[in-house]
């Protein structure tokens, strides 16, 4: 079994910053993708940011330029640094991860429970 859990939620004022963390224990032989969603209150949850085994990011429009996405492969964590925060980034911050839990397993996406990040203007 797989646990992923987050930290780093809380509360900002617009133009302030958040650092948000998620790491990931158990069966794990290798995590493929980790990536950021979010899902704020009567919307779809959300792609955020993510980013390969290979440290390549990607992300959502609204977030490019002031949120950074990172990864610590040899502590199966990934990390959101987000700056100039913005009131519509309130939201729940939830992280994913793709894991294999075995070398000829199947890959399996796992979530955290998580992390409220509430921006005020």
């Known amino acids: 079994q797989v646990q992923v859990v987050e930290s780093g939620g809380g509360s900002a004022q617009a133009g302030g910053s958040l650092r948000l963390s998620c790491a990931a224990s158990g069966r794990i032989f290798r995590i493929n993708d980790m990536g950021w969603y979010r899902q704020a209150p009567g919307n779809q949850r959300e792609l955020v940011a993510s980013?390969?085994?290979?440290?390549?990011?990607a992300y959502q429009a609204s977030v490019q330029g002031r949120f950074t996405i990172s990864r610590d492969n040899a502590k199966n964590t990934v990390y959101l640094q987000m700056n100039s925060l913005k009131p519509e980034d309130t939201a729940v911050y939830y992280c994913?991860?793709?894991?294999?839990?075995?070398?000829?397993?199947?890959?399996?996406?796992?979530w955290g429970q998580g992390t409220q990040v509430t921006v005020s203007s």
């Open positions: 980013i390969t085994s290979g440290n390549s990011p």
């Open positions: 994913n991860a793709d894991v294999l839990e075995s070398r000829f397993g199947t890959l399996r996406g796992y």
